[in-house]
C-alpha cells in the first residue's frame, strides 16, 4: 500500500511550482466512485464549476477533452489530457495543457481505494496535484486556489456516490 502511494502520489515538484494531497472518506462502495471518476469524458458529473466537456477521440490514455468552466471564476475553457487511466489500480492521472485560465503545468492523480466505514463499505480517494504559481501569486494563494476548487469537487464526488449508494441498498432491501 506504501508502495503503490509513492508510485502514484509522489510528484516531482519544481523551484516555483506547489503540490499538496487531498484525501476525502465516502460512504460508499468503491465501484461507485471508481465508476464516476474514470469518466474523463464526463468531468461535468460532479464537478459543480464545470458546464460541460468534450472528448477529442476515444476514452484512452493520450485523448484531450475540452472542458467549458462555468461563469463566476478566473477561467473559461481548460483542454486537458489523460494521462492515466487504470481500472485495476484505479488510477486516473490529468494533465492540464492549455484554455484560458492561469493554471499552468498542472498534473493530477485520483485513486481510490476501498474502506470499511461505519461497518459498511466505503471508499478512501487520496488526490494528489501539482501546479506552477502564477505570476503575481504566491505558492499559498495557488495551493488555497486549487484546494478549495478541488474540495468542492470531492464534496459533490460524495454527496453523489453517497445518494447512488442508498438507492443500491434500497432495491436489495425490498427484493
Ligand atoms: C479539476 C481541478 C481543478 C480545475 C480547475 C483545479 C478549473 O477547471 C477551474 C478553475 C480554474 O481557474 C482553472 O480536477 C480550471 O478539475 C474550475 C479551468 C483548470
Known amino acids: ?14 523551484d516555483n511550482q506547489c503540490s499538496s494531497t ?49 461563469t463566476g471564476l478566473p477561467a473559461t475553457t481548460s483542454t486537458e489530457r489523460l494521462e492515466l487511466l487504470d481500472d485495476e489500480q484505479r488510477v486516473l492521472g490529468v494533465k492540464i495543457v492549455g484554455g484560458d485560465h492561469r493554471l499552468r503545468n498542472y498534473s493530477s492523480v485520483i485513486t481510490v481505494h476501498p474502506e470499511t466505514i461505519d461497518g459498511r463499505s466505503g471508499t478512501l480517494l487520496v488526490e ?13 494563494e495557488t495551493c488555497y486556489f486549487v484546494q478549495a476548487l478541488i474540495n468542492c469537487n470531492l464534496k459533490c464526488l460524495a454527496e453523489i456516490s453517497e445518494k447512488i449508494a442508498a438507492l443500491n441498498s434500497g432495491h436489495s432491501s425490498t427484493a
Open 128 to 140: 494528489t496535484f501539482t501546479v506552477d504559481v502564477p505570476e503575481g501569486n504566491t505558492m499559498e
Open 22 to 70: 487531498l484525501t476525502k472518506h465516502i460512504k460508499a462502495p468503491i465501484d461507485i466512485v471508481w465508476s464516476l471518476v474514470r469518466r474523463f469524458d464526463e468531468p461535468q458529473k460532479y464537478k459543480p464549476f464545470i458546464s460541460d466537456c468534450t472528448l477529442r477521440g476515444d476514452l484512452k490514455v493520450g485523448t484531450l477533452r475540452e472542458v467549458n468552466v462555468k
Open 1 to 14: 500500500e506504501a508502495e503503490f502511494f509513492c508510485k502514484y502520489h509522489r510528484q516531482e515538484v519544481g
